[in-house]
């Protein structure tokens, strides 16, 4: 039972908040982003493409040279592309006249997790755990 309910609670209360801030965050159209996050926005299945230059985010979703989250064959979205910028035949120019988004941010810096967000992980590892748990039981009921 314990199982089900943090399951219930994550899944139709902490989830949708999460997805609901994040959806505002989106709306919003800043954010700071950590590079794992900034990872998600590689523009593949629908997702924005998006790409740090200079500790800035920038939206090269609509880029005519971006298609399908690459440009050029060797730069992919979601990343960081400050260094590889340096050897480009062009400047910086372009992806900055790109919209800007936010922030690339280290994940030290980041805020304190809401507490709705620490729940979703409590029950998250504690479901984990009890799975774990009841396996070794059982493993220990059949080995004897």
């Known amino acids: 039972t314990v199982m089900v309910t943090t399951a219930a609670v994550t899944t139709f209360v902490i989830g949708p908040r999460l997805r609901k801030k994040r959806q505002l965050a989106l709306k919003e159209g800043r954010q700071d982003l950590t590079p794992e996050e900034l990872s998600q926005f590689d523009g593949k299945e629908g997702r924005p ?8 985010i920038y939206d090269v979703t609509k880029g005519k040279l971006w298609k399908g989250g690459t440009h050029a064959g060797k730069h992919l979205s979601g990343f960081d592309l400050t260094a ?21 941010v280290s994940p030290a810096q980041m805020e304190k997790k809401p ?21 070794f039981v059982i493993s220990l009921w059949r080995w004897w």
């Open 49 to 56: 493409a998006y790409v740090a230059y200079e500790g800035n």
């Open 115 to 135: 507490p709705h967000v620490r729940v979703f992980y409590l029950f998250a590892y504690m479901n984990l755990a009890l799975v774990f748990l009841i396996v």
């Open 84 to 104: 590889a910028l340096k050897q480009a035949p062009h400047g910086g120019d372009n992806i900055t006249a790109m919209p800007l988004v936010g922030r690339l």
